[in-house]
């Protein structure tokens, strides 16, 4: 299971580095405008989704990752 949480982290952190270099804009109207978020004319707010997914699964990856650690056992 640590492999495989180890092969989702990694995965995950190549895909959100693909997908931010590809959709980085650099014209930028101010700073102001210049985060992640894009909102629409009517106000709606948005989040690139790929980011956004691949963010969740490396943290599903980081979740398993830390569940399967074995603990020493302890005496008290």
Do not use: C
Not at 33 to 49: E, I, K
């Amino acid at each position: 299971m640590r492999k495989t949480a180890i092969f989702i982290m990694v995965v995950s952190l190549i895909v959100m580095l693909v997908f931010g270099i590809a959709y980085y804009h650099p014209i930028t109207d101010n700073v102001v405008d210049s985060g992640g978020f894009w909102a629409y004319m009517y106000g709606a707010m948005s989040v690139p989704w790929v980011l956004y997914s691949g963010g969740v699964v490396f943290l599903m990856g980081l979740t398993v990752f830390f569940a399967t650690t074995e603990q020493k056992a302890q005496r008290y």
